[in-house]
């Protein structure tokens, strides 16, 4: 995912004021130390060495499409207004609406977002009683995204992961400690060097029970933390799956093979690369 502005490279002749400027503040905002290379295979920024360390990334597969949106839009400054304003009402009250799809008898449905969607999948999928999971875009103003529209951050989509699961074997409150586990909740749209609202961190509930257990399991999460968590919670809406090669991407061994443990309970280190 494109989802961090490289410097000036030393290869280019010329280069507008404006990138001048955007580049030099860009690199102010590399304030989480994850162990992670930009999904960006132009950037590659100093981290703080005063933050937390969480999971490494590395890139996703480059893709063709040129973001028309501004970096401040990007960092969630404006670019979704200007799009839900300019959206059709009609088209835009089908992705406001519930996430009316059905789980298996029996199980119930979750849903998350965390950063990148790819180790956040993985991470669920090794949790005892998770029955399925889907990753996908959802809260977002257009209906029937796809990747390239989501990583535009025109859309308001965000990158999530929908859980089901057996309440026999699994309490959701199993599920709210993987999600805390999993990412730094304390900054907004962004984990690491994978910037933009997609990557936002969010509780989406399907039931006024969940939402009771999510608003409960943040407030003891920030007794925890030193910063304020920035962490939506909100009804879930429309899911759309994502495109078929985001499905169990880490599980399938990603552009390089190397396929990741689902096994229940692994600890294993869970390494997001493209």
């Given at each position: 995912?494109?989802t961090t502005l490289a410097?000036a490279?030393?290869?280019?002749?010329?280069?507008?004021p404006?990138?001048?400027r955007l580049?030099?503040?860009?690199s102010?905002l590399s304030?989480?130390s994850?162990?992670?290379f930009?999904k960006?295979p132009?950037?590659?920024?100093?981290?703080?060495?005063t933050?937390?360390q969480?999971?490494?990334?590395t890139?996703k597969?480059?893709?063709?499409?040129?973001?028309?949106?501004?970096?401040l839009?990007?960092l969630?400054f404006g670019?979704?207004?200007?799009?839900q304003?300019s959206?059709?009402s009609?088209?835009?009250a089908?992705?406001q609406?519930?996430?009316?799809?059905?789980?298996a008898?029996?199980q119930?449905?979750?849903?998350?977002g965390?950063g990148?969607f790819?180790?956040?999948?993985?991470?669920?999928q090794?949790?005892?009683?998770?029955?399925k999971t889907e990753?996908?875009?959802?809260?977002?103003y257009?209906d029937?995204?796809?990747y390239n529209n989501?990583?535009?951050?025109?859309?308001?989509h965000?990158?999530v992961?929908r859980?089901q699961?057996?309440?026999?074997?699994?309490?959701?409150?199993n599920l709210?400690?993987?999600?805390?586990?999993?990412?730094?909740?304390?900054?907004l749209?962004?984990?690491?060097n994978?910037?933009?609202?997609?990557?936002?961190s969010?509780?989406?509930f399907y039931t006024p029970?969940?939402?009771?257990?999510?608003?409960e399991s943040k407030?003891?999460?920030?007794?925890?933390l030193?910063r304020?968590?920035?962490?939506?919670?909100?009804p879930?809406?429309?899911?759309?799956?994502a495109?078929?090669?985001h499905?169990q991407?880490?599980?399938k061994?990603?552009?390089f093979?190397f396929?990741?443990?689902t096994?229940k309970?692994c600890n294993?280190?869970?390494r997001?690369y493209?």
């Open positions: 995912m494109l410097s490279s030393t290869t280019t002749t010329t280069t507008s404006l990138l001048l580049s030099g503040s860009s102010s304030t989480s994850l162990l992670s930009s960006s132009f950037a590659r920024s100093s981290l703080s060495k933050q937390p969480f999971f490494p990334h890139p597969p480059l893709s063709m499409y040129t973001s028309p949106m501004s970096w839009g990007k969630g670019g979704a207004k200007s799009t304003t959206m059709d009609a088209s835009s089908i992705p609406g519930p996430d009316d799809d059905i789980p008898p029996g119930h449905f979750a849903q998350f965390a990148c790819w180790g956040v999948e993985l991470a669920f090794r949790v005892p009683g998770v029955t990753v996908g875009y959802s809260q977002g257009l029937n995204p796809t989501v990583c535009s951050g025109t859309t308001n965000s990158e992961v859980v699961y057996d309440p026999k074997e699994c309490n959701y409150e709210l400690d993987a999600f805390w586990a999993r990412h730094d909740p304390t900054t749209n962004r984990q690491g994978d910037v933009g609202t997609q990557y936002r969010g509780i989406y029970e969940q939402e009771k257990a999510a608003m407030e003891r999460q920030q007794q925890i030193n304020k968590i920035v962490t939506e919670i909100l879930a809406k429309k899911f759309y799956r495109e078929e090669y499905q991407y880490l599980a061994g990603g552009r093979g396929r990741q443990s096994e309970g294993d280190p869970i997001c493209g």
